[in-house]
């Protein structure tokens, strides 16, 4: 049982290359996450999928596309790489999907290892 | 690569002593709290959660306490070890619409021998 599952685990981009990153999770989970880490910020939501065949923004999506593949994967793409882009990627999923009134809420998230990527 | 570490607020102790670490949540809807382990070159480790209709919980060697009144989180290691040397991270999950959890900045814990 291997979790979430990133690749790759290092890339190194020229401005204005593409690149796709990889994410799977073997827990049946049916949300699944792409935060970026940067230093002093904390973890922010880039985009997230609720489920299979819904992708929805977060906090700072701009850059980037997703693309939730099937239950088990998500990607997350970089048409054109910027330099303010460098950062540590972080996929995850969802243990538990609450509805609750209006609302759905999602909790325990499950992370994989990362991706440290820098854009030169 | 720049650390995830860089100028984050520093908790330093002794092995074998109990180390407590806080967090200040923002939003006094949020009914779900969270704390992560992040050490070095990995990704965020789940330790363990509350929902606010409590105002402790106990894990192995840890405790989650939450004071609603001044919104407040603390984490609690009792018998601190080598090992727990990483970054801690609390989390919030804010109740609108869809929500999904809230990231604090983190605290760096460092167990020295």
Redesign the interface.
């Known amino acids: 049982n291997a979790g979430v599952t990133q690749t790759p685990k290092f890339q190194v981009l020229k401005t204005g290359q593409s690149m796709t990153l990889q994410c799977a999770q073997d827990m049946n989970h049916n949300s699944m996450y792409w935060y970026r880490q940067d230093p002093g910020m904390g973890l922010r939501l880039i985009y997230y999928s609720a489920s299979e065949g819904t992708t929805d923004k977060g906090e700072v999506p701009n850059g980037y596309n997703v693309s939730r593949l099937n239950k088990r994967e998500f990607s997350l793409r970089l048409e054109s790489a910027a330099p303010s882009q460098t950062s540590v990627y972080f996929c995850a999923s969802s243990e538990v999907s609450v509805r609750r009134g209006s609302f759905t809420t999602n909790e325990k998230l499950f992370f994989g290892s990362g991706t440290q990527l820098s854009v030169l | ?8 607020p520093t908790l330093s102790v002794q092995e074998g002593d109990n180390s407590i670490i806080n967090c200040a949540y923002s939003n006094s809807a949020s ?2 709290f ?1 704390w ?1 382990k992040q050490e070095s ?6 330790i363990i ?1 509350i929902r606010s209709n409590m105002d402790k919980r106990q894990g192995q060697r840890v405790t989650v306490l939450l004071n609603k009144t001044v919104k407040h989180l603390s984490l609690q290691i009792a018998a601190t070890q080598p090992g727990d040397s990483a970054v801690y ?1 609390c989390a919030e ?1 804010i ?7 809230t ?4 605290t760096m814990l460092l167990v020295s021998p």
């Open positions: 690569g720049e650390s995830v570490g860089l100028h984050l009914d779900y969270i992560y070159g990995k990704g965020p480790q789940f959660d991270f999950n109740r609108t619409g869809y929500s999904t959890l990231f604090g900045k983190g």
